[in-house]
Each structure stands twice: as C-alpha cells, then as structure tokens.
C-alpha cells in the first residue's frame, strides 16, 4: 500500500509517495509558495492540489505537516477573513509582551501551556488581530493552524466539516496545554479580548481525521517540527538542529517542559511524548545573504570561507537579519564586528557567515542541555546542512558529534509515516530504516569555545541581552 505525506512549508509546498510497509519514497514533488510573513490560506490549498495532481493514484492515506503557529481566522461560512499570519510575522511582538504581563509572568504562562507567549505564537496574533483589526476579530468564527486549514480542506472544508489538530500542533498556539491535552479558553479569550472561537478538536497521535470526498483515509497531520522527528526517527540522546528559512534545536523527551525563560517551547510530539523546542528566526537565509555581500554564489561559499580560518580572522557575525526570537530580541539587526585592515575580504566573510549562524543555534542548544537535555549527537538537516564546510563549523561550535542524513524531505517522510500509522491502526508507529548519514567528530582543540567567547562578547557589547 501506498501513504502520501504533505510538507507544507513557508517557501513550498512538498510530497511523497511512500511504501506503507518501508518508507521507500517512490514519487515526489515540489511547488512554491507565495513570499511573504501573510499569506492567503487559499494558496496553500492550491499548491497542495497542484503539488499532488497526478501523484495520488494508488495511495490509501494521506497526512499533512505544516509551519507552526500561524493564525488562520475563518468566518462563519469557512472563508478566511483575511491573510494567514504567519510565524515569521513579527507585528504581535508588543501583543505578546501585554499577554505575558496580563496572565501574570512568564512562569505562569510556561506553567499553563508550556510556552511563554513571542510575536511568533497564535495566541499573540489573536490579541493582535483583536486590536488592530476587530472588524475582522468580530468576523472570526473558526481559528485554525495552517496544517489544520489543509486537513479540513481535504475533507471537504465545508462549515458542516468539523476541524481538527493534533497535539504536536496544537501545543505552539499558546493556549493548549500539552501537560493536561486540554485547551485553555480562558487564554483564547483573555488573547482575542473576550471572543471564543471554535477551536480544533485535537485527534490522538494516529487517529485518523476522517476521510477525502474520495475515500482517502486522511491521518491528523501535525507540525513541521514533530513530522521531522516521526521522519528522522530520533530516540534518545538526538538533538535536531534544522537550519531552514528558520532555525530549530529539538529533541524527544518523556516529560513536559516549562521554561519561564520562554527560549525552549514546551510542545508535545507527534508519538505522544513531548518535544522541547528552541527556535529562531535566522538560519540558511544567513548564508544566502552573506553569500551574496562576498559576491559568490551560494554554491561558491563553502568553498570561499575554506579560505578563511576558524574565528573568521576575528570578525564576528551577530545574524539578526530578521530579528530574533531567541534570543527575544524582534526588533534587532544583524552586525558585523571586528574589521580591520587584514580581514575585511570575501573569504573571512563568508566564514563569519557560517559561524555566526551555528553560534546562534549552539545558544539554542545550551538551553536545552540546561534543562537536562542529554545530547549524545546532533542530526543536522535542512539544506543548508549539505555543504560539508557547514557540518565541520557546527561539530566544533556545538562540541559534540554532528551527524548529516542523507538529504530527503524529512517533514514529508514524517507525515507520510504518520500516515501509515492511522492506516495500520496499531499502537506504535510503523518501521521504517533510518536514514544513512555522514559524521563529523567535534574537533579537541577547543577552538569551537573561542569563537562562542567572542560572539557571547560581541553580543553583549551591543545587545546587553
């Protein structure tokens, strides 16, 4: 038999055909997606059935991962009332510090739904849709996910279809609690001043959402994160450092978790367990950009930045192109320290590039190693992980082993067996061979500890963060 799994993203939407029994992928495909921090939901779904036209014949069941935490507002008659906002979307940043407040602080919040509210969470969108455009507010009958919105919409997305979620999704919005699985309506109100949309019903790991108007078993789906782990199949000891548009450092843990700091989001996973997250806002898009201010291409970077040495000759890259979540700094900007006659040039440059991306994420990963994440090695994917210099740079930064998978889309391989798994109907998820991967040994120099010193140094010389 024959799964499909969707990897609806913010740059694409992505899909494989898998063999239920293995996970061999046998077709796939990938369409784009409209730029931008507010997208129409409607181009999600276009992409989707333009992505799979062709590819599903054959196929038994079908799952959809999507990007986390944006709001999707539907009125009474299941029509959007405006533009999704996206995660990425940073306008609820001041939304979010009045929530944090109102509730009583960030260990009140982490304490309630395991997050403590960034410009990023649903639930400071609402507030901000609440306040900036109650015309739409008072419209909103339905408040769903993105991969929600394409769940439903595959069963039909007729006012009559009732929505669901599923608990890795449902436990970014900031108003369901993975701890207790239940919603907090008293934050979704406190959020969207006192309105109480219908909210998702939360399906169980592999319980099934229902079914396409064709007969299609359609799985719950779940978040982009908790796909890439059901995909990679990470046990315990593994970190995943993904560097998207995006940068995410997550791991699977038995226990919720509840950080008052507000940097590791307390998200459950897509198996029933749970899944601390750190994410931010800068990742490969670092490295587009550093590739062009060098003039090279991306292709040409790794290549350039050999030239260089550890430490980048002592420039140092603070990444802050978009600002920042983690560390909460929205309204920041990238900088670029330590120039001097020897080593303003390309190749320094574009060694700062990398190490000024990985510096950021190792911050990520020291949060959760202090609280008491076990990283026994790192998995780092995405496609910026494919240039081997990138791999090397994150071994010495992050001072652990680094592994790379063998590039596939692991999003779309996690829902797909996700997929597989409401097909099966058994207690635990199918089976399926991990993926081979390439190694890299943290070097013992300790020139890794150096670079993070001067970064830390930098960071705090202009953000006093």
Known sequence: MLVAGIDSSTQSCKVVICAADSGKV????????????????????????????????????????????????????????????????????????????????????????????????????????????????????????????????????TPDVEPTTDRGDASGTGYWSPATGEYRKDLVALAFRDRLPELPRVLAPSEAAGQTPDGLLVAAG???NAAAALGLGIGDGDVVVSLGTSGTVFTRNPRPSADASGA??????????????????????????????????????????????????GLTLLPYLAGERTPNLPEATGSLHGLTLDNMAPHHLARAGIEGMLCNLAESLDRLRADGVESRRVLLIGGAAANRLVAEIAAQIFEVTVEVPEPQEYVALGAARQAAWALAGT???????????????????????????????????????
């Open 26 to 157: 046998l077709r796939h495909c990938r369409i784009p997606h409209p730029d931008g921090t507010e997208v129409p939901a409607e181009a999600w779904w276009r992409a989707l059935r333009s992505v799979t036209d062709g590819l599903l014949d054959g196929v038994s069941a079908i799952a959809v991962a999507g990007q986390q935490h944006g709001l999707v507002a539907l009125d009474s008659e299941g029509v959007p009332v405006r533009k999704a906002l996206l995660w990425n979307d940073t306008r609820s940043a001041a939304a979010a510090g009045d929530l944090v407040a109102e509730f009583g602080g960030p260990q009140a919040w982490a304490e309630a739904v395991g997050v403590v509210p960034l410009a990023a969470h649903t639930v400071a969108k609402l507030r901000w849709l609440a306040d900036h455009e109650p015309e739409h507010a008072d419209r909103v009958s339905r408040v769903l996910l993105p991969h929600d919105y394409l769940t439903w919409r595959l069963r039909g997305g």
């Open 222 to 224: 779940t978040g982009d």
């Open 264 to 313: 590791i989001n307390g998200f459950a996973d897509a198996t029933g367990a749970f899944l601390p997250l750190v994410c931010t806002l800068n990742a490969a898009r670092v490295l587009d950009r550093t590739a062009a201010l060098a003039g090279a291409g991306l292709s040409d970077l790794e290549s350039l930045a050999r030239q260089s040495v550890p430490g980048a000759g």
């Open 427 to 465: 207690p635990e998820p199918p089976v399926w061979s991990p993926p081979p991967a390439r190694g890299f040994r943290a070097p013992p120099n300790g020139t890794g500890q150096e670079i993070r010193t001067r970064y830390h140094h930098v960071q705090q010389l202009i953000h006093r963060h």
